[in-house]
């Protein structure tokens, strides 16, 4: 977990509003099937947004469910006394199965060696083991092949009939639902269907079934099913251009990624600016210093391109994004002029201040916006806004509720 390297949150800072969260949840259930309940996903430390206050804020807005990928994510949630349905799917030979059944945690088992691992953990801890078969419906990554699911379902059922496992879910995932219309995305819900069907006539009675990402909770009612599992939209971000911006998908960007200018300074033409000196002035120029770098998660890709808002104007880094810092060319005039030492500079944001987003940062970087929120690093500390519901109608407050804080709790991490 991150936040743990105490800084300055004038010095830099990204800001989580969890009144957005809670209404990006709202907005997503609103969507869903009939009968479909909603997974807000909080692995990778929430999207690097903080896992502990965004599992609560999802949960006060209606997730029934949540997901991790890694089996030390879920026991911190458990830890934190979260009681809500968990999770998680990404297990190795060795982890802590035994822990994970006596916190009450859903079990992914996509092969029969986890099969055999959650088995002998139940039996160690005289407890039934919940558990969620995943079948590989085609992304070719986690999951079972259909060639095996009989075998592996034959086991669990076996498994179930010894009272070491119970089998709640069934499961698969999307390759392409952000792409919508892919063949794909027919091809793998169609084969879902057939290795349900397969399962639950050989006697699984799964509590829930459940295959649509994000993408498909947005563009593909007929995949819902009993769940959904929202990751980022849930953070206000679109899962990509063909679905949607995020304006248009009724979400707004949970965080904002701001620093303050550390240094203001004259240079003549033709300076050189940053390692290599890829960049150099055209002419004599007014630069401003920020501190932020690659090991926050700027990433250095976006040299020369990544969008900046400083002093009312869209600025884009001048050379290479170095470790701790980069630097904009503030030009001259008037504008130049009023930016001094302190002023913001923010890098990302939901957009409707003039300020990029994430998505105009993947545009630069050459990647995605996911990548863009879950790498930003440690030193920079989460400060919470919006942390509590108004106590009338329940409705978010863009301008009350709790602060936040900055530490190892006020940061969530």
């Given amino acids: 977990m991150t936040g743990t390297v105490p800084t300055s949150p004038l010095r ?63 026991l911190a949630l458990r830890a934190a006394g979260i009681e809500a349905p968990v999770l998680c799917w990404l297990w190795t030979p060795g982890d802590p199965w035994r822990e994970a059944i006596e916190a009450g945690i859903d079990m992914s088992v996509s092969g029969m060696w986890a099969l055999r691992e959650v088995t002998a953990a139940a039996r160690e801890a005289g407890r039934v083991a919940r558990i969620q078969l995943k079948a590989d419906t085609g992304l070719g990554r986690n999951g079972c092949q259909p060639a095996d699911w009989p075998e592996l379902v034959a086991a669990a059922r076996a498994a179930e ?61 007929e995949s819902h099913f009993d769940l959904v599992r929202t990751g980022i939209a849930v953070y206000g971000i679109s899962p990509g251009p063909e679905v949607g911006t995020s304006a248009e998908l009724g979400l707004r960007p949970v965080m904002t990624l701001a620093a303050s200018v550390a240094l203001v300074k004259r240079v003549p033409e033709g300076h050189g600016v940053s390692y290599g000196h890829q960049y150099r002035t055209p002419a004599e120029t007014t630069l401003g210093l920020i501190p932020l770098g690659y090991a926050d998660g700027v990433p250095r890709h976006a040299s020369g391109r990544g969008p ?84 009338g109608d329940g409705g978010d407050s863009g301008d009350g509720g709790d602060r936040g804080g900055v530490g190892p709790q006020g940061a969530g991490r």
């Fill in 12 to 74: 830099a800072r990204a800001e989580i509003d969890l009144g957005a969260l809670r209404g990006n949840v709202r907005a997503l259930r609103s969507r869903l099937a009939p009968g479909a309940g909603l997974m807000a996903v909080v692995k990778s430390d929430a999207y690097g947004h903080g896992a502990l206050p965004c599992a609560r804020a999802a949960l006060d807005a209606g997730a029934s469910w949540l997901g991790t990928a890694t089996p030390h994510e879920a």
């Fill in 161 to 221: 009939a010894a009272g070491t496992v119970r089998v709640t879910g069934l499961w698969s995932h999307f390759a392409c639902a952000d792409e919508p219309g892919h063949p794909s995305v027919a091809a793998q819900l169609h084969l879902f269907h057939e290795l349900v069907a397969y399962a639950e006539k050989a006697g699984v009675e799964p509590e829930v079934r459940h295959i649509a990402n994000s993408p498909a909770a947005l563009t593909a009612p």
């Fill in 308 to 391: 900046v808002l400083v002093g009312e104007k869209v600025r884009r880094v001048a050379g290479r994004v170095a470790m701790d810092q980069f630097v904009v060319d503030l030009g001259t005039g008037p504008d130049a002029d009023a930016v001094q030492e302190g002023a913001p500079a923010v890098l990302f944001g939901p957009g409707d201040r003039g300020e990029p987003t994430a998505a105009d940062w993947a545009e630069a970087a050459g990647t995605i916006a996911y990548e863009i929120v879950t790498r930003i690093g440690p030193r920079v500390p989460r400060v919470y806004v919006n942390g509590q519901e108004n106590s």
